[in-house]
């Protein structure tokens, strides 16, 4: 079955964010349609308190991280 992906967006095929909010925006986009191919733990971890996600995703974050130090 093939995992059917909206995006209301349009960027440019090869777009890596710069600015902290464009990170932050990226990231709550990939992470909310399930989409974590790419999203680096690192920037994850340094992110995660700016996060406007699903309390249930953020905490399965929380596991991930203390688990993962």
Known sequence: MNKLKLWDYKIKKGWNPKTK????????????YDDWNGIKPSLLKKYYKHLKIDPGKKLMLQAYFKKYK
């Open 21 to 32: 909010q464009e990170i932050i925006w990226f990231l709550e986009r990939k992470i909310n």
